[in-house]
C-alpha cells in the first residue's frame, strides 16, 4: 500500500472512530445496558429454572451469543447510518473527489464498523463478568470469529446504505431481517433442542455458524464444527466486499 | 500548459435529460476562468465531469495534461473543489472537516495541522476552529469550503457560486483572497450568478447554455462587443416625458428616465437635450452590470441561432 493511501485509510478510519465515540450516548451506552438486561432477565431468572445447556448453565451458554449478537447489530448499524449520513449530507463527495482508491473507501468504512463492534465486545464482556466466569477455551478462534463477522456485517452495513434513499432504508434490514435472523442463530438455545428439520433449516441460516464458532471458542462445544464457521465466514466476506466494491466502482447511489 | 482541455464532452443523464451537447473548452495555466450560465444550463454538470461526481457520457477530459479517463488520481490531486452546495459534515469542528480532508489526498496529519492554521487563519476561520461546522453562518461556511478545497494545494481551484448568499463585505473579502491566489500561480475557475463578480475577477469567460458553449473569449474582447448601455437617469419631478431624439427611452414614472445610448453616441446629446427641455439630472446609474447585459443578449442570441438552425432542418 503506497504512504498516500495509507494515510487516507487511517484517516477514514481515525473520523469514523471518532464519530462514534462523539456519539457514544447514542452508539456504545446502550448495547451494555440492553445486554445487561438479557443477562438478568433470561440468564439470571429464566436460566436458572431452565438448566444445563450443552454441558453449561444457561448463563454460561448464552453470554458467547449475546456478545455475538451485539457485534452483530453495531458493526451494521455503525456502517450504514455512517456512510448513509455522508451520503445525505453529500460529504461523501470530500471522499469522492480525493485520489482514495474505492478499496481504501471499503476498507475505512469497514474499519470504523469493526472497532466499534469490538469496543462494544469488550464491553459486553465486561458486563457479562457481574453475572457469570467468563471460559476461554480459544483465544484464537474468539478473536478471529469475532473479526470476521463483524468485518462481514459492516461491508454489509456499507452495501444496505448505498442502495439506501431514506433513514427508514436503513433500519428496515436490521429490523425485518438482522434480527430474526439473530434470534433464530442459536444464541438462545442449542439447536439439538430444535426438531431435526428445523435444525436443517436453521443451518441455512449463516448466523448460526458465527454464533457456534464464537461459542466453541468460549465453551469448546458448537452445533456446528468451528472450522466449517470461519471458512463460511471467509467465503461470505469475500463475497460481500466484491459487491460492495463493485457497488462503489460503479457509483451506485453515490455518483450521477 | 493547459490547465484544463475539454473535447466533445456529453452527459446525458438517467432519463434521458441531456445535460451536455459535446463542449470544448481550454483554460490555461494560471488563468482566472469564469464559466457563465443560466440555471441547468450545465456548469454544474461541467464542473461535477471534471471532479469525478459526474459520470460523464462521451468526450476527454484532461486536468494539467492527465486525462480523467487513464490518469484520475493524477488529475484529481491537481483540482480542488468548492461545490455550490455545503457538503461538508455538520457535526465536526472546522479543524476535523480540513484536516482529514488533507489526509484524503495523503498529506500526513501534522502537515494538514500546520496547513489548516495557515488556511483558517487566512480565511478568518482560526478563531472558530473547535466549534461544529453547523454553528457557522453562511459567510463562514463557504469560506471553511474554500479553505478545505486548498489543503492539498491543488493547482487549479474550482469554484461553483461560492458567493451565493454572501454579504457584500465577505463577498469583497473573497475575491481579494482569490485574486492573491491566482496571483500565487492557481488557476482558478468560477461560476457565479453575480456577473459583476465575472467582470472584476476573470480574464477568460466561458458562457454555457442549454449543454453548448454560446461564447468563448477573453473578458475584454467580450466587453468590447457590448455596443449599448442602459442608463437610469433620476430627473427633478417632471410633468411631461421630455423628448430624446435619436435615443430609445422609456419614461419609468415623474422622475425617472430610462435611456439607451449607442457606444459612439456618448451621453452630451442626452444632457443637451435634457437642458434644453428644462429638465434637472439628478443622478445617473447603469441599469444593469455590463456583464449582465451581454450575458442575456449572447444566451438569447445562442438560443435563436439554434432555434433557426432547427427551423431549417
Known sequence: MSNRNFVALRTIWIKECTRFLRIWVQTLVPPAITMSLYFVIFGNLIGERIGQMGGFTYMEFIVPGLIMMAVITNSYANVSSSFFSAKFQRNVEELLIAPVPNWIIILGYVGGGVARAMLIGVIVTLVSLFFVDVHIHSLGIIVLTVLLTSTLFATAGLINAVFAKTFDDISMVPTFVLTPLTYLGGVFYSLSLLPEFWQWVSKANPIVYMVNGFRYGFLGVSDVNYLTSLGLLVVFNLALFAVAYQLINRGVGIRH | ?313
Not at chain 2, 457538503?87 to 502537515?111: M, S
Request: glycine letters at 8%; a negative charge.
Open chain 2, 1 to 313: 500548459m493547459k490547465a484544463l482541455n475539454i473535447s466533445g464532452l456529453t452527459k446525458t443523464y438517467r432519463g434521458g435529460t441531456q445535460a451536455l451537447r459535446g463542449i470544448d473548452l481550454t483554460v490555461s495555466e494560471g488563468d482566472f476562468f469564469a464559466l457563465l450560465g443560466p440555471n441547468g444550463a450545465g456548469k454544474s454538470t461541467t464542473i461535477g465531469i471534471i471532479s469525478s461526481l459526474v459520470n460523464k457520457s462521451g468526450g476527454n477530459v484532461s486536468v494539467f495534461g492527465h486525462d480523467i479517463d487513464t490518469a484520475l488520481v493524477d488529475a484529481k490531486s491537481c483540482i480542488g473543489l468548492v461545490p455550490q452546495e455545503f457538503n461538508f459534515n455538520q457535526f465536526e469542528t472546522l479543524l476535523q472537516i480540513v484536516v482529514n480532508q488533507a489526509g484524503y489526498y495523503g498529506v500526513p496529519r501534522d502537515i494538514a495541522k500546520q496547513r489548516a492554521e495557515k488556511y483558517l487563519k487566512q480565511l478568518d476561520l482560526w478563531d472558530k476552529r473547535n466549534q461544529p461546522a453547523r454553528e457557522l453562518s453562511g459567510g463562514m461556511k463557504r469560506r471553511l469550503m474554500i479553505a478545505r478545497a486548498l489543503m492539498h494545494e491543488p493547482k487549479m481551484l474550482i469554484l461553483d457560486e461560492p458567493t451565493a448568499g454572501v454579504d457584500i463585505e465577505i463577498r469583497r473579502s473573497m475575491w481579494t483572497f482569490l485574486k492573491a491566489i491566482n496571483e500565487q500561480g492557481i488557476t482558478i475557475i468560477l461560476t457565479t450568478h453575480y456577473l459583476e463578480e465575472a467582470e472584476m475577477l476573470c480574464r477568460n469567460i466561458a458562457i454555457i447554455d442549454k449543454g453548448t458553449i454560446v461564447e468563448n473569449t477573453s473578458m475584454k474582447a467580450l466587453l468590447a462587443k457590448l455596443n449599448i448601455e442602459t442608463f437610469v437617469l433620476d430627473l427633478a419631478p417632471v410633468e411631461q416625458a421630455p423628448a430624446l431624439e435619436g435615443f430609445t427611452h422609456r419614461q419609468l414614472d415623474d422622475h425617472t428616465l430610462e435611456v439607451d445610448v449607442p457606444k459612439e453616441s456618448g451621453l452630451n446629446d442626452v444632457f443637451r437635450q435634457l437642458s434644453d427641455q428644462g429638465v434637472t439630472v439628478l443622478s445617473m446609474r447603469n441599469k444593469a452590470n455590463r456583464l449582465e447585459e451581454l450575458f442575456v443578449r449572447m444566451v438569447e442570441s445562442g438560443r435563436q441561432q439554434k432555434d433557426q438552425g432547427a427551423a431549417n432542418e
